[in-house]
């Protein structure tokens, strides 16, 4: 027997030109639509006449941002959720993940051109739609973001075995390229102003703390989310550490005084936890 079946479609990509006058606003958003309800005859049977087509769930984001604003992530979401529950009767659950992968202006001079941009990194901006019949939730999100700190950073103490050689360290890199989720109460609020307030309150939290570990620091920048913006009710982050080996210069008759290193990008170290209120 069938015991739990989803569908949808992924990776829909979607670019938005806003053209007010001379200066355009660019957004660039992936989207993914996951319907949950009562399909099982499509699987059993065949039978497709309640089965809305992915394809038109794709041609459905784009009529959508046709008219309706896209600038903030979260409140479209909102839109394509509660469009796709008031238009399939069998759908129990859907959920919309979107991505905003981030441009900024082109500076000519001290001047930012109105129609060129540059994209941002490898950071990216994310919002979770869950949309049931009596309710939608909404979470929003960072991916990518690449932090580091060159002091204030230490990892010492810790337990060892047969197999332990890393050394105790005082005064080491801490970097990481987090990602970081969270859950609003409420879908009436500025999601950009609060998504700007989230990031940089942990992005503080981390050049501020005294890190005796990257699992302290995880803590540190959590608590602050939900000490400091009262819209967030849980806050998850996953910061694998991407170690800086100091490199060992003896062997080349030169002293390391803590300023040479070398990053490794495999393996490292997954530190994760969630913070709820």
Known sequence: MLAETAYGK?????????????????????????????????????????????????????????????????????VLARHF????????????????????RIAIGTREHGQAFVRQGAESRSATLQGERDRITVGAGVRDLVILKSSHSAFAGFLRDEYTTLPDASDRILATAMTATWRYRTTDLDFNLTWHAVRNTMLEAFAEHDSQSVQHTLHVMGRAVLDSV????????????????????????????????????????????????
């Open 10 to 78: 992924s990776s829909v990509r979607l670019v938005k030109v806003s053209r007010h006058g001379d200066r355009h606003d660019l957004k660039d958003l992936t989207v993914a639509i996951r319907f949950e309800g009562d399909y099982d005859q499509s699987y059993t049977d065949g039978d497709n006449r309640d089965v809305l087509p992915t394809d038109t769930m794709k041609n459905t984001v784009y009529a959508l941002a046709a008219g309706s604003s896209v600038e903030e992530p979260e409140a479209f979401g909102v």
């Open 85 to 104: 529950l008031d238009r399939n009767p069998r759908l129990r659950r859907v959920r919309i993940d979107l991505t905003e992968q981030p441009w900024g």
């Open 230 to 277: 009262d819209a967030v009710s849980a806050v998850r982050l996953v910061m694998p550490n991407k170690h800086h080996l100091p490199v060992d210069l003896s062997r080349l008759g030169l002293e390391n005084r803590n300023e040479i290193f070398v990053p490794t990008d495999e393996p490292y170290g997954l530190i994760e936890a969630t913070l709820t209120r």
